[in-house]
């Protein structure tokens, strides 16, 4: 039948060999998009009042320092930005907050159990919580994470 084409070898040694080029690009990519930035209390914006249902714990200029202010805040991300988290305090609703969002609290001392919540639309049904004893003049902040592995956390950041 006569010798085998040289360049029609090479040609398919080439392309074996970026066969997987796209795919781990594609995985990238999507990793990159699943992960969250951190982000600051001064570059954050305020949770809006009408997704505040509990105003009398949100923290004012003029709280009584004998008070704990515990803050909460969002990363931003690309995947799940729609989703809403909705935060309880001892199973009370008190605020949702959406991506790059904050909101700092103010809780008389005592025991408190912190939940997060999230569901509806296209966001997956999760909830995590957190029990913390508060003392006087304490200063808490959570941040509300959204790893690559897809979970919501809400972590400890000080």
Known sequence: MGRPNRYNNDLLSRMRKWRYTPVAISLSLII??????????????????????AP??????????????VSFSRDSAFYRFGCS?????????????????????????????????????????ITIAHNVSLKSGAREIYRIVLPTN????????N
């Open 56 to 69: 009398s714990l949100v923290a004012k200029s003029d709280s009584p320092t004998t008070k704990a202010r």
């Open 85 to 125: 988290n909705d935060v309880y305090v001892n199973n009370r609703k008190v605020f949702a907050i959406h991506q790059n969002e904050y909101i700092q609290l103010s809780l008389d001392p005592g025991s408190y159990y912190f939940r997060l919540g999230t569901g509806g639309g296209l966001c997956p049904s």
């Open 32 to 53: 990159a998009a699943c992960s969250t930035t951190p982000i600051s209390i001064r570059t954050a914006t305020p949770v809006p009042v009408e997704r505040i249902y």
């Open 150 to 157: 897809g979970a919501w956390r809400m972590a400890r950041a």
